[in-house]
């Protein structure tokens, strides 16, 4: 085994938990859920909590957010909307991460989502024309739609 098939091998091992307990909540969500009611206290749903968390912070503190949430859901809670913790867990002991390199990292992100192009999947559009087909519209763009309801009575 060379080295890149070893780091991958350990990535695959480490990123399994992960996958597989999101999967079990995917599974949930698409086949369970729809046939409860709505009665969910918080937004976002305590499954959408599970998945970004363990997205976000991995499968031990992503886990540990995701049961604490659960928990959270009786009464004696107050409901409402509850994002999940930006930063993840840091011993005490532990340094502290240069927030210059941070934003710049962020920055950096950001630029690469800015610099992917999707084409479109009409012919004529990807430069910009009259079809917007398949475009992905980010949280920079706003759109004004000319569509007006009018009550009549």
């Known amino acids: 085994m060379s080295a890149s098939s070893t780091q991958a091998f350990i990535r695959f091992c480490h990123l399994l938990p992960r996958r597989v307990v999101i999967f079990l909540i995917e599974l949930y969500r698409t086949w369970v859920s729809p046939l409860r009611l709505p009665t969910c206290r918080f937004e976002p ?27 959270k859901c009786g009464p004696w809670h107050k409901p409402g909307y509850d994002p999940v913790p ?11 991460p240069d927030p210059a390199l941070d934003s710049q990292q962020a920055l ?14 009409h012919d004529g559009s990807a430069d910009g024309g009259p079809a917007v087909r398949g475009r992905v519209i980010t949280e920079d763009t706003t759109i004004s739609v000319g569509v007006s309801a009018k009550s009549e009575g």
């Open 108 to 121: 950096d992100d950001e630029q690469a989502e800015q610099d992917q192009e999707f084409p479109s999947t």
């Open 86 to 96: 930006e930063e993840s867990f840091r011993w005490p002991w532990m340094p502290k």
């Open 45 to 71: 749903t305590c499954s959408g909590y599970a998945v970004e968390a363990l997205t976000r912070h991995g499968f031990f503190y992503g886990g540990v957010l995701s049961v604490i949430r659960l928990l």
